[in-house]
């Protein structure tokens, strides 16, 4: 979401007449923020502090992001050689403020082209209507807002246009995106993306077990353009954590949607959160949300242990009782398991052939890309392929994190 955004600002700027640049030659340094975590904010923060000495009478400072809505116009009290708070999205009055101060414009505006990359974010809902408790987005991107499947449709034709060869459609909980002109949900936007010429692939995140339907599932399984990967954070494998969470689902609605979705799709790529220590978390639900990892067998999961965020109901309501030991040794287990589960996972993937969309060149000079399930792949003895090309790949080895092949004859 944050990297959409950017790129927005990107390009409205870009087509103002302004180019990328060091920080030492800019003339203009602006800060995207995320605040889901602490430490997130923390670094925003410490960047102010640093971006003080780089900062003259001629140069603008701007932030935009989360810390936005969270702080507003407190960090231009807190930091006075901040110029520009800008809410997201809201980025015409800044970019016209900038034209009239440094009077940069070239007459015409810039194609907007060239900035596309492999893959292009697209936003289709802002905000999110659930309120779990732990979590700090409804307060900072707002309830949900839904970006008519028109407008969708028309950024989608543009980005493939301009190149690009795989959208990913976006949204805190993307699963409950519906048209507010009436044209249906997700499931429904999903046709109408794949169907444009000159894409190949179409990617959603991020799902939301309690609203995640069939519709879409079938809709994946029967599309040579959707990829089979699908990203559905649990949180916890426990029942009584989950009611703690807010979560709005139990453990048997989750095991029942990966039964459904990989009866659909065999080879479907499975990704999660979790969160552990969470308050109230005993040894035997954190044993709970362990042995779900051992039966589920997911591609990839996100850990973290929990911490109190500020402005969240868990941080303000509920005492956080698992000591940070504790939680370290619980981290450590599962980080130890799911390393197996994912080196055992991508080892079936050997002897077999598949598709990689090429999105750039390692450190090695190597191509690399992912595959339809989402995992990395890198080409070995690849020659002069582009990024944006789509090849078959036999795959000869596998670590837990990524595959290794040649091109298939």
Sequence with gaps: MNAADSESLARRLLAAGYVEDSLERADVAILNTCVVRQASEDRVYSKL???????TPERTIAVTGCIVAKEGETLQRRF??????????????FVADLEARYDYSLGEPLPQSGRTGVSHYIRVIEGCDHNCTFCIVPKVRGREKHVPMASVLDECRRAVG?????IVLLGQNVDDYHDPDGRGGLASLVREVERIPGLKRLRFMTSHPQDLESELLEVMAASDVVCRELQLPIQSGDDTVLK???????TRHYRAIVERARNLMPDL????DVIVGFPGESEAAFMNTRALMEEIEFDVVHLAMYSPRGGTFSADRMHD???HQEKLRRLNDLLALQREIAARKTARWIGRDVEVLIEGRDELNRPYGRIRQGKRAIVLRAGDIAAGQVLNIRVLQ????????????
């Design 269 to 272: 790529g499975l990704v999660t």
């Design 162 to 166: 301009d190149g690009a060869k795989e």
């Design 321 to 323: 009782d698992v000591p």
């Design 80 to 93: 006075p050689h901040l110029d520009a708070v800008v809410p997201i999205g809201d980025y015409e009055p």
């Design 49 to 55: 502090h640093e971006l003080k000495e780089w900062k």
């Design 398 to 409: 596998a670590t837990a994190g990524q595959l290794l092949g040649l091109p298939a004859a």
């Design 244 to 250: 703690r969470m807010a979560r709005g689902y139990q």
